[in-house]
T-cell receptor, first 112, second 115 residues
Framework: EDKVVQSPLSLVVHEGDTVTLNCSYEVTNFRSLLWYKQEKKAPTFLFMLTSSGIEKKSGRLSSILDKKELFSILNITATQTGDSAVYLC????????????FGAGTQVVVTP | EPEVTQTPSHQVTQMGQEVILRCVPISNHLYFYWYRQILGQKVEFLVSFYNNEISEKSEIFDDQFSVERPDGSNFTLKIRSTKLEDSAMYFCASLEGGTRGYEQYFGPGTRLTVT
């Protein structure tokens, strides 16, 4: 059975710290891995990763995929209180177009 | 900026009643999805829809559920006879697809409460 496991489940950091979130997966015939940020309601898209070793970057957020070891990390540098959210990882298999299997998420709390 | 919209934002219904949740995906998107998130739990895939038919569905999406795109803009999820365990936030999402875009845009959700 396909699995998506995120770690840690939650963490609390101070403003300015760097956080690293992990998403490991087991999926037959991997196609893509997506990261989302969920604040109050709907998830908002952050990154889509399909190739190993290519870092995607957006401001203070970056993400990379390791298809050999079957994981991805999401880094947030110089955290701000507005980064407080649940970060979700979702994986898609090549033979299941659009069927994204989500992990349970990592809750990040950034304190002033 | 284009966005996915959903109505209603909150629906309260009695067990056994039928509900229809409505979504308007982004206009040039080709792929449509329904997810649900039970309070405190993970986002769960329900169904994907492309070219006027279901592409994929999960084990959750049983005979009580159906989806429809009745016109060129709306995408609906119907639950025929609601159960208490159907209480959840239901998210609609759409995706442009092809070479133009793979980003999945989520709507704000409909909170369904079954009493």
């Amino acid at each position: 059975e396909d699995k998506v496991v995120q770690s840690p489940l939650s963490l609390v950091v101070h403003e300015g710290d760097t956080v690293t979130l992990n998403c490991s997966y087991e999926v037959t015939n991997f196609r893509s891995l997506l990261w989302y940020k969920q604040e109050k309601k709907a998830p908002t898209f952050l990154f889509m990763l399909t190739s190993s070793g290519i870092e995607k970057k957006s401001g203070r957020l970056s993400s990379i995929l390791d298809k050999k070891e079957l994981f991805s990390i999401l880094n947030i540098t110089a955290t701000q209180t507005g980064d407080s959210a649940v970060y979700l990882c979702a994986v898609e298999a090549a033979d299941s177009w659009g069927k994204f299997q989500f992990g349970a998420g990592t809750q990040v709390v950034v304190t002033p | 900026e284009p966005e996915v919209t959903q109505t209603p934002s909150h629906q309260v219904t009695q067990m056994g009643q039928e509900v229809i949740l409505r979504c308007v995906p982004i206009s040039n998107h080709l792929y449509f999805y329904w997810y649900r998130q039970i309070l405190g739990q993970k986002v769960e895939f329900l169904v994907s829809f492309y070219n006027n038919e279901i592409s994929e569905k999960s084990e959750i999406f049983d005979d009580q559920f159906s989806v429809e795109r009745p016109d060129g803009s709306n995408f609906t999820l119907k639950i025929r006879s609601t159960k208490l365990e159907d209480s959840a936030m239901y998210f609609c999402a759409s995706l442009e697809g092809g070479t133009r875009g793979y980003e999945q845009y989520f709507g704000p959700g409909t909170r369904l409460t079954v009493t």
